[in-house]
């Protein structure tokens, strides 16, 4: 029977058979179908969809973990709210995380999911030690830095094209206290963030938001975001004297039904983004917020994605390279407030080198081509499906190409195949498609419209 489902921007929504992925080795040996895996659906487009979905959450089993060096062995379906839950209290948290606790290993790996910490440590998969993938001839096979490199540099990112994402040893980090010492900084204008951001370089993470319908003299301001692990020593300048890894469970706040279009336009994101930075009414402040506050605050809305309607939402995330990025930027959000596109959750953060991993044995250094981050500037911004929606974002499109940026795949549903074709390296994957996957088993809707079967 045939389920609708889609993803987090509620869009497309389809209708597809719905299977547990206990049944994915019967189904290889005797179907011919293609089909795609999926985590906990937290991409926003059509990265997991297709008419066949393998449901990956079943497969969620801890297996191994040394508290010595700290390595996780798991299974793909674990999420990172069920790594957090287990192994804060132990004192280790996980290497990268993305702005939500609920996605998979198995989503984190095939997206290559980057953090607040990019610029100090990398996307995931640089924390990701081995992978064992089940292949659609039904092998399953290891694959590293070391062992089926090729394999393993496209699985990175490759959004689960390749293989069935069974099990991955990932390296955790030592922490003292569930904690995170948080300082906000408010920024009048662009030039003030690159400076502030550029002044807290060496912080481990960093974030901002930005207000995307401010111009002239105020164009983007907004509020920069930083933390660090507390210490143990740290809580005691908080005056905090509970066990440092508990922290207190909140209460949830769901948005029950989809918001009517008229509720969300350029006024009430704009009204929005004059309270949220007035709100920050100090141009500095230090606070001691738990892990949750800092790296989750949306998690703790239900279903806040219903808030653009039931015709669902786009969030489009480009990356532009530092050389002249700065200007793109400015573009873009010109473009924005022109069009009063306005979006609510903009989200501004200055990336670091792309994952690379040097090899002893050969001195080569491994590169992962179809992950998203490179050296540079990252805007995240939602949109709200509406008419005019198709021809504003192929305007950006043309800004981010000009400035030889590109698109974030896990949040797409809608970027043109000759434009994706001209910021990703296609011709090399397709050739290790061919090798690992030359009947395209694997094939999400994403995968079709962007050509990227054999
Ligand atoms: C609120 C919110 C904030 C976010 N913030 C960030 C952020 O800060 N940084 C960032 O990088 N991303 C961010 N994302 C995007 C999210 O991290 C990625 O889309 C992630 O891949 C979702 O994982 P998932 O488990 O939900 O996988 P899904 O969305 O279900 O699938 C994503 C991809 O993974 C593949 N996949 C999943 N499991 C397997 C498996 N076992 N084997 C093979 N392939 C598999 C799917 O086929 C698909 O291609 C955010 C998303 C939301 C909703």
């Not at 939402?313 to 473009?335: A, R």
């Amino acid at each position: 029977m045939k389920t609708t489902i889609s993803n987090w921007g509620n869009y497309p929504v389809v209708k597809a058979e719905y299977d547990s992925i206990q049944h994915i080795f019967r189904f290889l040996k005797e179907s011919s179908f293609s089909f795609i895996v999926r985590g906990l659906g937290r991409s926003y487009g059509d990265s997991s969809l297709s008419d066949y979905i393998f449901d990956g959450t079943k497969w969620n089993r801890f297996l191994s973990f040394d508290k010595k060096t700290g390595i996780l062995y798991c299974e793909a379906g674990v999420s990172i709210h069920e790594i957090l839950e287990v192994f804060v209290p132990r004192g280790w948290f996980v290497p990268v995380t993305p702005g939500t606790k609920f996605v998979t290993i198995g989503g984190a790996i095939s997206s290559d999911v980057h953090g607040k910490n990019h610029h100090k440590e990398g996307s995931f998969c640089k924390h990701v030690l081995s992978i064992e993938v089940l292949l659609s001839n039904g092998k399953i096979i290891e694959c590293s830095p070391k062992k089926n490199v090729d394999l393993f540099r496209y699985i990175c990112g490759g959004m689960g094209l390749l293989g069935v994402l069974l099990r991955a040893k990932i390296q955790l980090k030592k922490i003292e206290s569930a904690y995170i010492t948080q300082t906000t900084y408010k920024a009048k204008n662009l030039t003030e963030m690159i400076q502030l951001f550029e002044a807290h370089k060496n912080a481990t993470y960093t974030v901002a938001w930005m207000d995307c319908l401010a111009e002239g003299e105020h164009l983007g301001r907004g509020i920069l975001f930083t933390g660090e692990h507390t210490t143990k020593e740290d809580l005691q300048k908080f005056n905090f004297s509970k066990d440092p890894f508990y922290v207190k469970k909140k209460i949830k706040i769901n948005i029950p039904f989809y918001f009517p279009g008229f509720v969300l336009n350029s006024f009430t994101v704009r009204l929005f983004n004059f309270l949220f930075y007035h709100k920050h009414f100090r141009k500095q402040i230090t606070q001691l917020v738990d892990y949750d506050r800092f790296f989750y605050p949306l998690d703790s809305i239900y279903h806040w994605n219903r808030i653009y309607g039931k015709r669902g939402f786009i969030q489009y995330q480009f990356v532009l390279p530092k050389e002249n990025g700065l200007e793109g930027i400015k573009e873009i959000i010109h473009e924005i407030s022109k069009h009063k596109m306005g979006s609510f959750l903009v989200v501004f953060k200055v990336f670091g080198d792309p994952n690379r991993i040097p090899q002893k044995s050969s001195k080569k250094i491994i590169s992962f081509p179809f992950s998203f981050p490179i050296e540079g500037y990252t805007l995240a911004l939602d949109f709200a499906i509406e008419k005019r929606l198709p021809e504003f974002l192929k305007k950006l499109d043309q800004i981010v190409e000009s400035y030889k940026g590109k698109l974030y795949l896990a949040k797409d549903a809608r970027m043109p195949k000759e434009f994706f074709y001209k910021t990703y390296p296609i011709k090399e994957f397709l050739k290790i498609k061919k090798m690992y996957d030359a009947k395209n088993r694997l094939l999400s809707l994403q995968a079709e419209r962007l050509g990227l079967s054999v």
